[in-house]
C-alpha cells in the first residue's frame, strides 16, 4: 500500500513554517492518541502515520530530500521511524498536556524545591479610601514552609530517600508499541523523593495552615480591579522551595452621591424651578470635604454641567487630579398649596415664547412637520 504524502497526513502545504507544523501535528496526535481511543486500531494507525511524518518534516535535511524524491529518500532505512531528542522532548509535552501534567512534574522533581502557588485575596474599599490612599491590614490564610521539618515532609532528624521507581527523575517512560510515553511516577507522584517517616506537625506535606497578617498600602488614585502585586507573600513552596505571590484584587464601593470616571467626578444636583430661573448660588461638598459654592446664572436648564477643576480622583503616581462635574436637575413643585396653585396659574396666563422659547420652538417644528402632510394627519387618523 503505498503512503500518503506526509503534508496531506499534517494538513498542511508544502511552503508550512515550523510553528504550522508544530501546531497541526500537536492538534492531530492528541486527536488520535491511543490512550483517547483506546482499542481503536485505525486511530493507532493514524498517529503513527503522524507520527512518521511529523520526523521528517520537522527535520531540515529530511525535509529537504523528501521534497526532492519523495518516499523515495528514506527506501533504505533512513526515514522518520527514529525518535531523536529533540522530538522525543516534544512528544513529551505532548503527553504532558494530554495527562494534565504541563511540564511541571519534571521541574519539580529536577530542582526538588518546588514554587508556591500564587494566591488573590479581594479588598474592597471606600471611594474615599480610592482618594486619600490607605494602609490596609489584611488576614490572609495560606499554606506555609513547616518550621518543624523545614518542609521536606520528613520527620526532623530525618531525610526523604530517593524514588527506587523514578531513580529520582519524579517520571517514568513507558514503551507502547511504536513510541514510548513518559508519565509522572505512580510511587512518588512527581516528587522524586519517598518520605518514609513524615513530620507529625505537617503529617508529612512540608507545609501547614496558617493565618497571616499582612499590611495592604493602598496608594491614592486606584480603581475598581486594580491589582497589587506582595512578592513572596502566596503559597510556600514545597520542600522549602520559594513562596508564589499574594495579588491584592481592589473593588471601590458606589458611593452614595459621587460617580466615578477614570479621574473625573459627577455629582447630580437638585435645584429649585425658581432658583433656576432667576439664578442663584449652590454649595456643594467635594470629596476631600471642602466645601464650594457653584453659581447658578439665571435660566439654568436641567442636566447643565458645571465643571469644579482638581476637584476629582487624583491619577495613580501622578501629580495629574481631573474635574469634578456638578450636573444641576431642575426639580417640578409637588405637594403645592392653594396660594402656590394660584402663583403658579397667574405665572403661566403671563407667560410667552419669550420666557419658555424651547417649548415655543418644539411647538413651531411640530405645526411645520404638520403641515408638511397637507394637514391631512388628523383626518386620516
Known sequence: MSKRDYYDVLGVEKNADDAALK??????????????????????????????????????????????????????????????????????????????????????????????????????????????????????????????CTGTGAKPGTKPKQCSTCGGYGRVRASQGFFSIERTCPTCNGRGEIIEDPCKACNGAGRVMRDRTLSVNVPAGVEDGTRIRLAGEGEGGAKGGPAGDLYIFLSVKPHQIFQRDGSDLFCRVPISMTKAALGGEVEVVTLDGAKAVVKIPEGTQSAKQFRLRRKGMPVLRSSDVGDLYIQVQVETPQNLTRRQRELLAEFEKESSGETHPETAGFFDRMKGFFDGFGGTGAKNG
Open 23 to 148: 501546531s497541526a501535528f500537536r492538534k492531530l496526535a492528541m486527536q488520535h492518541h491511543p490512550d483517547k481511543n483506546p482499542g481503536n486500531k485505525e486511530a493507532e494507525a493514524k498517529f503513527k502515520e503522524l507520527n512518521e511524518a511529523y520526523q521528517v518534516l520537522s527535520d531540515p535535511n529530511k525535509r529537504a530530500a523528501y521534497n526532492q524524491y519523495g518516499h523515495r529518500a528514506f527506501e533504505n532505512g533512513s526515514g522518520g521511524s527514529g525518535q531523536g531528542p529533540e522530538f522525543g522532548d516534544f512528544m513529551s509535552d505532548i503527553f504532558d498536556q494530554f495527562f494534565g501534567q504541563g511540564g511541571g512534574g519534571r521541574q519539580r522533581a529536577q530542582g526538588g524545591r518546588e514554587r508556591g502557588a500564587d494566591m488573590r485575596f479581594n479588598l474592597e474599599i471606600t471611594l474615599e479610601e480610592a482618594f486619600q490612599g490607605k494602609a490596609a491590614s489584611i488576614r490572609v490564610p495560606t499554606a506555609v514552609t513547616c518550621d518543624a
